[in-house]
C-alpha cells in the first residue's frame, strides 16, 4: 500500500511537466483538454553550416506568430513556436523531429530541406502530424505521405519554367547542367532535363555535379566551357556553395560567352551577400518579386523590414506563410474553444487530423507569396517568378502561374 501511495504522489508530481518544459494539458470531458497555447513545433537549423538560413526561416515563423497574435490568435488561443535545432543535417534533423513529436504537444510540425523531408517521412508517417515545408523536390510527392503540405512551387513546376525560360527567353540551345549531389540538385536537374526533352527534344551538352561544402567548383566549370555551352541551370540550396560558383564563374570569364539561370537560392539575400557583384547579371526562379504589388506581398515586405531591419527573402516568405496558414486552418477545423477564461483543444490526434483536412480544403488563401490552393499531391502554391539580379537587386522579368491538378 505504502508502495503504490508513493508511486502515485511520483506521478502527481511530475505529471504537469514535459521534458523541454512544455505544459502537459489537463484532460476534460468529451476529450477535450485544457491548454494555454496553440504549439507550432519547427525544426531549424540554428547550428551548422546552414546557420544563416537558419536564422532567416526563424525571422519568418516569428513575424507571422506575432501577427497572429496580434489578430486574436486562434480563436483567442496565442500561437506559440517551438524550435529544436536540426544542425543543418539529415541526422539532425531526425533527432529535432523525435525530440518535438515525443516531449511537446505539437499541433503542426514545419520542416526545410527535401533531404530532411525524406529522411522524416516514416516519422511523420507513423506519428501523424500534419507537416508544412518549402522543400521543392519533386521526389517527396511520390512519397505520397498524407501528412505533408508543400509551400512552395515543387521542382516539377520549376523546371518547367526554366526550360521555358532557356529555350523561350534566351534563345539558347548548348544548355550545361550544374548541380548539387543531393535530394533537392539532383531531382532540379533531372526534372528540367525532362522537361528539356519533353517540350523542346533537346539534352544538355554537358552535365556536372558537385558534393555542397567542396569550395572549389573550377573543375565542373571547366568541363562546361570546353563544351562549348552558351547557358548554365543551377540547381543548389547551399548559398555559400552558390557564391562561390559565381565568383569562379566570372574568375573564369565564362559570364562573357554564357548566360547563368539559377534555383530560388541564388537569388536570394545570403547568397547575393556573399557573392557580391559576382550575381549580378544571373537570372533564377525565384518566389516572388519586390515590384508585385499584391497587398498581401507588400505588407510582408513592409513587416519584414521594419521588425529586421533588412530585405526579406524566400527563406522567410515561405516560413511566414506557413503559420500564417496553419493559423487559417486551425480556425477553419473548429478545434479550439473558449469557456470562460481557459481554452480547450480536441484531443491531440483528432486535433491533427481535423487541421489537416482544413488544410486540403483550402482555396484561395490569401498569403504572401501567392493564393493557396491545395491540388491533388499537396502542393499548395502555383505561382512562381523569374528575377534578375541587378545592382544587387532583384528585378522582375516574368511572374508565371502554373495549372493546379486536381
Given at each position: ?94 533527432a529535432?523531429?523525435n ?9 503542426a510540425?514545419?520542416?526545410d ?191 519584414y ?50 487541421l ?29 517568378a ?8 532583384l ?12
Amino acid at each position: 500500500m505504502r508502495k503504490l501511495l508513493l508511486c502515485m504522489l511520483i506521478v502527481v508530481a511530475i505529471g504537469p511537466v514535459f521534458a523541454g518544459g512544455e505544459s502537459e494539458p489537463s484532460q476534460g470531458e468529451g476529450g477535450w483538454t485544457k491548454v494555454d497555447a496553440f504549439l507550432i513545433g519547427a525544426a531549424n537549423h540554428i547550428t551548422g553550416p546552414t546557420a544563416l538560413t537558419g536564422e532567416r526561416r526563424k525571422n519568418g515563423y516569428d513575424l507571422a506568430a506575432k501577427e497572429v497574435n496580434a489578430a486574436g490568435g486562434i480563436g483567442g488561443l496565442p500561437v506559440q513556436m517551438v524550435y529544436e535545432d536540426d544542425q543543418g543535417t539529415n541526422p539532425g534533423c531526425v533527432a529535432a523531429t523525435n525530440k518535438l513529436l515525443s516531449q511537446s504537444p505539437i499541433i503542426a510540425f514545419l520542416v526545410d530541406r527535401s533531404t530532411m523531408v525524406n529522411a522524416i517521412h516514416p516519422i511523420i508517417l507513423e506519428g501523424a502530424v500534419p507537416t508544412f515545408f518549402g522543400a521543392s523536390a519533386w521526389s517527396i510527392s511520390e512519397l505520397k505521405n498524407p501528412w505533408f503540405f508543400r509551400m512552395r512551387v515543387n521542382d516539377k513546376g520549376n523546371a518547367e519554367i526554366m526550360a521555358k525560360f532557356l529555350v523561350e527567353n534566351l534563345k539558347k540551345q548548348r544548355i550545361a547542367s550544374l548541380y548539387a549531389a543531393d535530394t533537392f540538385g539532383e531531382g532540379g536537374h533531372t526534372e528540367t532535363q525532362a522537361a528539356l526533352k519533353a517540350q523542346y527534344n533537346l539534352a544538355p551538352v554537358v552535365e556536372q555535379k558537385y558534393t555542397s561544402g567542396t569550395k572549389d567548383y573550377t573543375a565542373q566549370l571547366l568541363a562546361i566551357k570546353a563544351a562549348n555551352a552558351d547557358v548554365i541551370y543551377s540547381w543548389g540550396t547551399n548559398s555559400e556553395d552558390n557564391a562561390i560558383i559565381l565568383r569562379q564563374f566570372k574568375q573564369l570569364g565564362l559570364d562573357k560567352t554564357m548566360d547563368f539561370i539559377g534555383s530560388a537560392a541564388y537569388a536570394t539575400a545570403i547568397t547575393i551577400n556573399l557573392a557580391g557583384g559576382n550575381a549580378n547579371g544571373i537570372y533564377s526562379i525565384y518566389d516572388f518579386a519586390f515590384e508585385d504589388t499584391r497587398p498581401e506581398l507588400q505588407h510582408w515586405i513592409n513587416a519584414y523590414r521594419t521588425a529586421y531591419n533588412d530585405d526579406p527573402d524566400f527563406w522567410n516568405l515561405n516560413t511566414y506563410d506557413m503559420v500564417k496558414l496553419v493559423a487559417d486552418a486551425a480556425k477553419r477545423a473548429n478545434i479550439v474553444k473558449k469557456e470562460g477564461n481557459d481554452f480547450y483543444m480536441k484531443a491531440l490526434p483528432q486535433a491533427r487530423a481535423d487541421l489537416a483536412e482544413a488544410v486540403r480544403k483550402t482555396q484561395g488563401f490569401r498569403g504572401a507569396a501567392g493564393d493557396y490552393t491545395c491540388d491533388k499531391w499537396q502542393n499548395m502554391i502555383h505561382n512562381q517568378a523569374v528575377v534578375k539580379i541587378a545592382g544587387g537587386k532583384l528585378e522582375l522579368v516574368n511572374v508565371v502561374s502554373l495549372d493546379i491538378q486536381k
